[in-house]
C-alpha cells in the first residue's frame, strides 16, 4: 500500500510539472519512460500535447509499431517523422560523439516541428537513473533547451515501472537502443549493417526472447540474452533456425555469451 501511495504522489507531481505549459512536443520513442511520460502527458494536456517519434535505419525494429500504438491508444496526436543519422559524420564513423551528433540533428529538427504546431516546449523521457550513465545525447539535450518532466520529478526506473503498472502500461517492457550500440567504437556503420542486426534481433524477440543483444565484431559476432533465456534459445527448433539465419546473413560464427543483455 505504502508503494502505491509513494507511486500516486509522483504521478501527481508529474502532472503538476507538465501542466505549466498549455502545449508541448514529446519526444517519443515508445520505450518505458517516454510511454509513462506520454500517458501522464496526455491526460494534463490533453490536446495540447504532440507525440513526435523519429524513426531510422538506426532504430530497432518493432519500436515504431510500438509507439504508434499506444499514441492511437491514448488518443495522442502523432507525427512520424524519418531521420538518417548515417548522414553525420561521427554517426558513420560511429566515434564516442556519435550520440552527442545524433540526438543533436534530431532535437533542432523536432525544434522546428514544435513552433509549426504552436509548442515552445520539448520533452524528452531522461530519468533519475540516466545521469549515472555516460550519455552524450542528454548533453545536446540540455544544451537545446530539452526539458525532462521525469527527471524533474525525481523518478528512477523503478518508479517509473511502478507507475506505469498502476497505469495499465507496457511496464515491464525490457530497455532497447540504438542499433549502433551493437557495434566497437570507430568502426564504419552502414545501412545494411544495421538492418542486418536488427533482423536478427527481431527474429529472436517474434519467438519471446525479451533482452537481445547482437555484438558485432568485425566478422564475428556475440549473442546476449537474458541468463533464464538461454535454455529456451538452446533448443533444436530455436537453435538450428538461428544458425541458418546467421550464416545466411554472412556470420561466420556467433558466440553465445551467458549474461544479459546491456544497452
Same mark, same amino acid.
Not at 507507475?163 to 545494411?192: I, M, V, Y
Given at each position: 500500500?505504502?508503494? *502505491?501511495?509513494?507511486?500516486?504522489? @509522483?504521478i501527481n507531481n508529474l502532472e503538476n510539472y507538465l501542466r505549466r505549459w498549455p502545449r508541448a512536443v514529446l519526444l517519443f520513442s515508445g520505450g518505458l519512460d517516454s510511454s509513462l511520460l506520454? @500517458?501522464?502527458? @496526455?491526460?494534463?494536456l490533453g490536446s495540447g500535447l504532440t507525440a513526435l517519434t523519429f524513426t531510422g535505419p538506426h532504430i530497432a525494429p518493432g519500436e515504431l509499431a510500438a509507439a504508434w500504438s499506444?499514441?492511437?491508444?491514448?488518443?495522442?496526436?502523432?507525427? /512520424?517523422?524519418?531521420?538518417?543519422?548515417?548522414?553525420?559524420?561521427?554517426?558513420? $564513423?560511429?566515434t564516442l560523439t556519435r550520440c552527442y551528433a545524433c540526438k543533436k540533428a534530431i532535437i533542432q529538427a523536432a525544434w522546428e516541428i514544435a513552433a509549426a504546431h504552436g509548442a515552445l516546449?520539448?520533452?524528452?523521457?531522461?530519468?533519475? &537513473?540516466?545521469?549515472? &550513465?555516460?550519455?552524450? *545525447?542528454?548533453?545536446?539535450?540540455?544544451?537545446? *533547451? =530539452?526539458?525532462? !518532466?521525469?527527471?524533474?520529478?525525481?523518478?528512477?526506473?523503478?518508479? /517509473?515501472?511502478?507507475?506505469?503498472?498502476?497505469? +495499465?502500461? !507496457?511496464? $515491464?517492457?525490457?530497455? $532497447?537502443?540504438?542499433?549502433?550500440?551493437?557495434? %566497437?567504437h570507430d568502426t564504419? %556503420?552502414?545501412?545494411?549493417a544495421l538492418a542486418r542486426v536488427g533482423q536478427v534481433e527481431a527474429w529472436l524477440r517474434r519467438r519471446g526472447f525479451t533482452r537481445v543483444r547482437l555484438r558485432v565484431r568485425g566478422e564475428e559476432a556475440r549473442?546476449?540474452?537474458?541468463?533464464?533465456?538461454?535454455?529456451a534459445f538452446l533448443k533444436p527448433d530455436v537453435r538450428g533456425p538461428f544458425t541458418a539465419l546467421i550464416s545466411r546473413l554472412g556470420w561466420?560464427? =556467433?558466440?553465445?555469451?551467458?549474461?544479459?543483455? *546491456? +544497452?
Amino acid at each position: 500500500m505504502e508503494m *502505491g501511495l509513494l507511486e500516486m504522489k @509522483a504521478i501527481n507531481n508529474l502532472e503538476n510539472y507538465l501542466r505549466r505549459w498549455p502545449r508541448a512536443v514529446l519526444l517519443f520513442s515508445g520505450g518505458l519512460d517516454s510511454s509513462l511520460l506520454l @500517458a501522464v502527458a @496526455a491526460r494534463a494536456l490533453g490536446s495540447g500535447l504532440t507525440a513526435l517519434t523519429f524513426t531510422g535505419p538506426h532504430i530497432a525494429p518493432g519500436e515504431l509499431a510500438a509507439a504508434w500504438s499506444l499514441a492511437r491508444r491514448l488518443r495522442v496526436k502523432h507525427l /512520424i517523422r524519418e531521420c538518417d543519422p548515417l548522414t553525420l559524420p561521427d554517426f558513420r $564513423q560511429n566515434t564516442l560523439t556519435r550520440c552527442y551528433a545524433c540526438k543533436k540533428a534530431i532535437i533542432q529538427a523536432a525544434w522546428e516541428i514544435a513552433a509549426a504546431h504552436g509548442a515552445l516546449t520539448l520533452f524528452d523521457g531522461t530519468n533519475v &537513473d540516466d545521469l549515472a &550513465d555516460f550519455r552524450p *545525447g542528454l548533453k545536446a539535450a540540455r544544451e537545446l *533547451g =530539452v526539458k525532462s !518532466p521525469l527527471l524533474e520529478a525525481g523518478l528512477d526506473k523503478a518508479a /517509473i515501472r511502478g507507475a506505469s503498472l498502476r497505469l +495499465g502500461l !507496457p511496464w $515491464q517492457k525490457p530497455p $532497447q537502443s540504438c542499433l549502433a550500440t551493437r557495434f %566497437l567504437h570507430d568502426t564504419l %556503420l552502414t545501412r545494411e549493417a544495421l538492418a542486418r542486426v536488427g533482423q536478427v534481433e527481431a527474429w529472436l524477440r517474434r519467438r519471446g526472447f525479451t533482452r537481445v543483444r547482437l555484438r558485432v565484431r568485425g566478422e564475428e559476432a556475440r549473442l546476449e540474452l537474458n541468463p533464464e533465456e538461454w535454455s529456451a534459445f538452446l533448443k533444436p527448433d530455436v537453435r538450428g533456425p538461428f544458425t541458418a539465419l546467421i550464416s545466411r546473413l554472412g556470420w561466420e560464427r =556467433v558466440d553465445l555469451v551467458m549474461v544479459g543483455g *546491456g +544497452g
